[in-house]
Structure formats: structure tokens, C-alpha cells
């Protein structure tokens, strides 16, 4: 049994990865910024957000659920066939994820699984080799799923876990 890194969060490492797929969730988390970098061979897509680690339920008088949030970076390799787009048709310019789909490749090759980033003002669908994730500061109990970027210290693609 491994010990939390973060016991009051209930989060068990700072450096998450594809393998770790089944046991992790992105609904409701803020994406701060986006980008591509050339990788080796082809490029690497990141997202800075604000990852939920965790959804508190509220205790009574409370009626909002709060949340164990830290800035992370999500970070996938060897990305190519993106397709997708932004809606943004009215003021609110936010990029929000509902959900991260591993879907079977269409052709087989298993090595490169068609990943779906699918948002509520957004959709990317891509393939790519696998992803890490790094949670760069220990999670806070937060009012809210997102921190301001003064909270956060702006946006960032450290690829590196807290201590």
C-alpha cells in the first residue's frame, strides 16, 4: 500500500501517466493554457489546468461542494491526427473539460490510442503515445474547481511533481 503524498487530499503521487488512466477523472477542470512543442520525432501537446483531486460533499449548513484542486500538466506524446475546435459563440471564454476519452485505435495500431479531450466549450480528438501528468503543487481545499491566475501563478507547463 502506497502512503499519500498529500494525505488530506487523498492524493496518492504528484506524477500520474496513461497507466494510471482508469483510477483518474478531469470532469470540471479548468485549462489555464494550451500548448504544442516538437518533440523528438513529432510534437507533444500540453494543457496547464487545475486539476479537482478531490470533490468534497457538503456538510450541512453548507449546500456547495468544495474541492481539493492543485496546477497540474498534462502532457501528451507523440501527437498527431488532431481535429477538433473551439466554440466560442458567446462571452464566456473558458476551456473546461468534461471528459478524457482512450478510445481503440480505428487501424489497430495499439501503440498510439485515439484520445478525446472533450470540453464544454471544445473538443480535440487526437492520437498519441501516452500521457504523464504532474500535479506541481500540493492540492488546496478550494470554495471552487478553479484558481484565479493569481492563485496559480499564471499558466505554466513545468513538467515537473511537487515534493
Same mark, same amino acid.
Given at each position: 500500500?502506497?502512503?499519500?503524498?498529500?494525505?488530506?487530499?487523498?492524493?496518492?503521487?504528484?506524477?500520474?501517466? +496513461?497507466?494510471?488512466?482508469?483510477?483518474?477523472?478531469?470532469?470540471?477542470?479548468?485549462?489555464?493554457?494550451?500548448?504544442?512543442?516538437?518533440?523528438?520525432?513529432?510534437?507533444?501537446?500540453?494543457?496547464?489546468?487545475?486539476?479537482?483531486?478531490?470533490?468534497?460533499?457538503?456538510?450541512?449548513?453548507?449546500?456547495?461542494?468544495?474541492?481539493?484542486?492543485?496546477?497540474?500538466?498534462?502532457?501528451?506524446?507523440?501527437?498527431?491526427?488532431?481535429?477538433?475546435?473551439? +466554440?466560442?459563440?458567446?462571452?464566456?471564454?473558458?476551456?473546461?473539460? +468534461?471528459?478524457?476519452?482512450?478510445?481503440?485505435?480505428?487501424?489497430?495500431?495499439?501503440?498510439?490510442?485515439?484520445?478525446?479531450?472533450?470540453?464544454?466549450?471544445?473538443?480535440?480528438?487526437?492520437?498519441?503515445?501516452?500521457?504523464?501528468?504532474?500535479?506541481?503543487?500540493?492540492?488546496?481545499?478550494?470554495?471552487?474547481?478553479?484558481?484565479?491566475?493569481?492563485?496559480?501563478?499564471?499558466?505554466?507547463?513545468?513538467?515537473?511533481?511537487?515534493?
Amino acid at each position: 500500500m502506497s502512503t499519500a503524498v498529500h494525505p488530506e487530499s487523498g492524493l496518492s503521487k504528484s506524477v500520474w501517466s +496513461d497507466a494510471d488512466f482508469e483510477e483518474m477523472g478531469w470532469h470540471d477542470a479548468t485549462v489555464h493554457g494550451l500548448s504544442v512543442q516538437q518533440g523528438e520525432h513529432v510534437p507533444r501537446l500540453l494543457l496547464d489546468l487545475d486539476y479537482i483531486v478531490r470533490w468534497v460533499h457538503p456538510v450541512r449548513p453548507a449546500k456547495s461542494f468544495s474541492f481539493w484542486v492543485a496546477p497540474a500538466t498534462l502532457v501528451f506524446e507523440e501527437v498527431w491526427e488532431v481535429q477538433g475546435g473551439l +466554440d466560442f459563440t458567446d462571452l464566456h471564454l473558458e476551456l473546461e473539460l +468534461d471528459e478524457v476519452h482512450r478510445l481503440p485505435p480505428p487501424d489497430g495500431r495499439e501503440q498510439w490510442p485515439l484520445w478525446h479531450l472533450q470540453g464544454h466549450s471544445f473538443d480535440l480528438r487526437f492520437r498519441a503515445a501516452g500521457f504523464r501528468q504532474y500535479v506541481r503543487r500540493a492540492p488546496q481545499l478550494s470554495p471552487g474547481p478553479a484558481f484565479s491566475a493569481a492563485e496559480r501563478g499564471g499558466c505554466s507547463f513545468t513538467e515537473l511533481g511537487f515534493a
